[in-house]
């Protein structure tokens, strides 16, 4: 059975590494390209420097003008980093939905579960071995985008946790292309057409990966709050990294007057702002306002990776139990 099984699936197997192959010689040039322009520029020892609490003003003004200078030469491969997030969902697509729902639609399945194998037994043979190599391909995807984004995510302030990028490397694209080829098995069992399975897939994974992304990833860990008076002789300024999920201006009862914003006066407080009138006045800012900003620390990255794999791997477990017992039921 695990030979038969082999048989059916070495051709998709084979298109899949060449598809892997194509990816990696068009991303190792750009890979390289970036690292080499991340040493060249000196942004190793700007981002230890920006992360220390008594970085000089001058120094991090250095810095981040060189972390623009980066971002302008390869921000248009953040389009390119979109495209890739879409290969987890392919491999359900192509590897997961036809596994069953091309087996009905051709009427295969009344041979394969007459010939004194069990469906179950079939069932099983037929999902372990997809589900191993979809693991062997997810690894390595995740291997080489981790090494591909990672001069993207040191120049970005939000770094690792940032949208698109969290979801390119770590263990997490596991957990989506085991999703991906789980809801594409369960969806072959709901109906007798590959092509109403490979729309559930797309439409199903679409759905819940926008869902735990923008839903549940901010709120995996209580996030922190950083407030800073907006006069003084500096502001504090965060970790670089962390990812940043509200900020703004409040008055001295906590009222959110501006969001999305920061003001900071280099001044004595009290003092009169340049060109008159306190800091925030245009505003109707009064004594005690202050920036506030809510974020997760960038060190939450790898506990952020494990509790999304977990969330998709266990919801995997789940279609996968139920695709069996649906299996059953198939007349």
């Not at 981002?47 to 623009?68: I, K, M, S």
């Not at 980066?70 to 590897?95: C, D, E, I, K, Q």
């Not at 920036?291 to 509790?307: D, H, K, S, T, V």
């Amino acid at each position: 059975m695990i030979w038969l099984a082999w048989r059916q699936h070495r051709r998709q197997a084979l298109f899949t590494l060449l598809g892997f192959a194509v990816l990696a010689a068009l991303m190792i040039p750009i890979g390289l390209s970036m690292r080499h322009t991340f040493t060249d520029l000196g942004l190793a020892d700007c981002v230890r420097q920006v992360t220390r609490a008594d970085v000089a003003p001058a120094t991090l003004e250095g810095c981040q003008a060189t972390f623009h200078r980066f971002t302008n030469r390869y921000g248009s491969l953040n389009f390119v980093a979109v495209l890739l997030l879409v290969l987890p969902m392919l491999v359900g697509l192509f590897w997961g939905a036809p596994l069953v729902a091309r087996e009905v639609e051709h009427g295969t399945h009344r041979f394969a579960w007459t010939q004194g194998v069990s469906r179950t037994h079939w069932a099983l043979v037929k999902f372990g071995l997809v589900i191993a190599l979809t693991v062997i391909f997810a690894v390595c995807y995740g291997l080489g985008m981790s090494w591909w984004v990672y001069p993207l995510t040191q120049a970005a302030n939000q770094g690792r946790l940032g949208f698109i990028v969290f979801d390119l490397q770590g263990v997490a694209p596991i957990g989506y292309t085991l999703f991906a080829v789980a809801l594409g098995i369960f969806a072959g069992t709901l109906g007798r057409r590959m092509l109403s399975a490979m729309t559930v897939t797309l439409v199903g994974f679409i759905g819940v990966r926008a869902a735990v992304a923008l839903l549940a990833r901010p709120h995996y860990l209580p996030a922190r709050t950083l407030t800073f008076p907006v006069e003084g002789a500096g502001s504090v300024r965060m970790t670089h990294g962390d990812w940043i999920l509200a900020s703004g201006v409040r008055d001295a009862g906590g009222k959110m007057v501006a969001a999305d914003a920061q003001i900071m006066c280099s001044q004595r407080p009290g003092a009169p702002a340049p060109g008159g009138g306190a800091c925030g006045a245009d505003l109707g800012l009064g004594p005690g306002a202050y920036n506030w900003e809510l974020y997760q620390p960038a060190g939450r990255f790898w506990l952020f990776q494990g509790i999304e794999t977990g969330i998709f791997v266990a919801l995997a477990a789940l279609l996968l139990y139920l695709a069996v017992r649906r299996i059953r039921r198939i007349a």
